[in-house]
């Protein structure tokens, strides 16, 4: 796909739409001439060269890859319309392709009839299923793991809710007898369980928290923002080496979240909540005296906390998931190649003798560190740091390169033999969240390697 063929045809698609309505002028108040145009939009290029290359197997750092050109002709000829997917006077046919694209997410975790739509983000996406928690247990709290993504306890603040923070175990994930010692208590009305923590990738065992949950008389809301699009593999017969039981089990919980803008291919601003029960809408119910005129359906806005909402990421998304549908074979095939090549660099980090593993990846996060002597926090911390600062600013052959925060406690477990002259050290962590990273990987690793002994030379 050439975006140079098909974005012109993106405003082929609009004129022969507006021809319909005949002729208009534009207000003189804001037209503006190439003329004007030519020298701003050269100033506006040169700003956009601050950037990074998330598209590019270079860039191995955070959750952050370029849409796929699929996503981006669907979302800029949608745009052109500018529909807004809030009602469906604001944009009937994106609406609807935003309904099928939620069936289309709902069946990837094997629910039955799910109640859902797309959000702007994932924190949108969990702060709605935490709303509907809140309504359905109102004097009841929260309990999510330490590792889950930060916004779960700011949503909880921002809702008034109580949030029981639960420790995790040796792999980064939600420590089971904990879990219901603070069950046992009654205060929790629904468990946040995560699939891909953003930190390491980390699986919650679903499985034991939902019937644990239930037990209780508790919720279970899924946050598989990062994660979610693994249950293609989880839930196929050839799983890459996932353990099926976490993912057998969202089909049982009661909501999930899952961000099509991080492996979904898409562009910022799509999220998505799904709910198990098609009742829990009536969490939504209100009147607007200005919309909800055309369907006797519900609207997509009658079901969100938010209002206006881009029609043309459903656009993206759907025309995405046309080419590359959600089964193994379509986009499971990226997934595995992701997770290929997580695999095969945590082997190869493992028989390195300048980088050591820091934890065997769950999904497609790995992270490392250099093997420096002596191996203690401060000196792994500024090792890391080097190697982050070097891998980027190198003049030639960068490499970009992300690090996470890893307490004494948490990076003893893992590695015993370190010496805590500190509270807390960085660890390098590469998101292998293009199947690129598989064709690049023995490059990726040697030219890690390089910079780690370059890094621990220099101490
Ligand atoms: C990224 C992420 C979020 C937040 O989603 P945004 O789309 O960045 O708002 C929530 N939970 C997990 C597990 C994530 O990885």
Redesign the pocket.
């Given at each position: 796909m050439d975006l140079r063929y098909w974005l012109p045809r993106a405003v082929d698609v609009f004129e022969r739409f507006g021809e319909r309505f005949g002729p208009f002028t534009a207000h003189p108040s804001h037209r503006i001439d190439d003329a004007a145009f030519t020298p701003v939009f050269e100033r506006f290029a040169k700003r956009l060269d601050d950037n990074y290359p998330f598209f590019h197997p270079s860039y191995a750092g955070q959750?952050v890859k370029a849409p796929h050109p699929a996503a981006v002709v669907g979302y800029v000829t949608a745009m052109l319309f500018n529909p807004n997917n809030h009602a469906a006077e604001g944009g009937p046919a994106t609406t609807e392709m935003e309904r099928e694209c939620v069936a289309s997410l709902g069946a990837m975790f094997g629910l039955k009839e799910p109640l859902g739509h797309l959000t702007t983000?994932?924190?949108?996406?969990?702060l709605e299923a935490l709303y509907v928690a809140r309504q359905s247990h109102p004097d009841r709290g929260v309990a999510y793991s330490s590792e889950?993504?930060y916004?779960h306890e700011r949503m909880c603040h921002v809702l008034g809710m109580e949030g029981h923070r639960v420790p995790v175990d040796a792999r980064g994930r939600i420590e089971l007898e904990a879990l219901e010692r603070l069950l046992a208590t009654g205060r929790v009305g629904t468990v946040v369980v995560?699939l891909?923590?953003?930190g390491l990738g980390a699986v919650d065992e679903v499985h034991e928290v939902l019937p644990m949950a239930r037990r209780h008389g508790a919720r279970v809301h899924v946050?598989?923002?990062?994660?979610g699009f693994y249950a293609l593999l989880g839930r196929s017969a050839d799983p890459v080496g996932l353990d099926p039981r976490p993912w057998a089990a969202v089909a049982g919980c009661d909501s999930v979240?899952v961000?099509p803008?991080?492996h979904g291919l898409q562009p910022y601003g799509c999220?998505a909540v799904l709910f198990n029960d098609p009742g829990a809408g009536r969490h939504f119910a209100h009147d607007s005296p200005y919309t909800y005129f055309t369907q006797a359906e519900l609207h997509l806005g009658e079901i969100s906390l938010e209002c206006s909402r881009a029609g043309a990421a459903a656009a993206g998304l759907w025309l995405t998931l046309q080419l590359l549908p959600l089964n193994r074979e379509g986009f499971g095939e990226m997934l595995a190649a992701s997770r290929r090549a997580a695999l095969r660099w945590a082997d190869l980090l493992a028989g390195s003798d300048v980088l050591e593993l820091y934890q065997r990846p769950d999904l497609d996060i790995v992270t490392y560190v250099p093997a420096v002597r002596p191996f203690s926090l401060l000196s792994v911390d500024a090792a890391c740091e080097r190697l982050l600062h070097e891998g980027m600013y190198a003049a030639d052959d960068p490499v970009f390169l992300s690090v996470l925060r890893a307490d004494a406690d948490a990076f003893a477990r893992r590695h015993p033999r370190i010496v805590r002259d500190a509270g807390a050290a960085r660890v390098m962590r590469s998101v292998l969240i293009k199947p690129e990273a598989e064709l690049r990987l023995d490059r990726l690793h040697a030219r890690v390697e390089q910079l780690a002994a370059l890094a621990a030379g220099r101490q």
């Open positions: 959750m983000s994932g924190t949108m996406a969990n889950c993504h916004t995560t891909g923590t953003t946050d598989a923002a990062y994660g979240v961000d803008h991080k999220g």
